[in-house]
């Protein structure tokens, strides 16, 4: 799709806080797609930066962007795909062998990889910003027209696994957001009750 963004802000420049009733009609709607419903095409290159662009724009105490990006697509996404299924046949795995299917039929995927820095911000809020990242990743290319799932699975956590996606030793897989064109939309799961999970604090 043609997509027509504004120019990213300039540092310190007034960014205005209006009511924007189009996104939170998206936000009453959303919807994940199952990953093996999704086929080519996927983003584009210059739509793939556009998202990237947006997923940036998350809280990020101190500034210091403790995530990056891990793309997956064609070629390089089956060869990835391919050492997974042998990590899984050489243990007899069958179960986690099938589970790559997930991975294997999206056209694209991009790894959102929780990087921590040395700093006196918490780790913890550094690895809720990689989550933060993912979340608005995946609202941003459902927003574009594309399905998108956000997933994990053994490959997420596997030190094995870890290893072939090229990850430092602090790192940690936040997650696969998966993308391409919904082969069927999908269909509304169960949603939880706000009030049953809120409280107010009175003193």
Known sequence: MTVALPPAPEFGAPVDVAPTPEVLRFLALR??????????????EEELAILLRLAT???DHGKL?????????????????ARLEAVATERGDATAAAKLAKLKIPPLAVAVISSPRPAAIPEWEQILSAGAVGATLTYAAL???????????????????????GLAEQERVAGFILMGTPREPPLERERPDPAALTTRWTG
Do not use: C, H
């Not at 994940?32 to 086929?39: D, K, Q």
């Not at 956590?157 to 996606?165: C, E, G, N, S, V």
């Open 31 to 44: 919807r994940s797609t199952s990953a093996v419903t999704l086929m080519a095409p996927g983003p584009t």
């Open 57 to 59: 724009r998350v809280p």
């Open 65 to 81: 962007a403790p995530w990056r990006f891990v793309i997956l697509e064609g070629d390089g996404k089956a060869r990835f795909a």
């Open 143 to 165: 927003a574009m027209g594309y399905g998108a799932n956000w997933i994990t699975d053994w490959y997420a956590y596997d030190p094995q696994a870890r290893t072939i996606l």
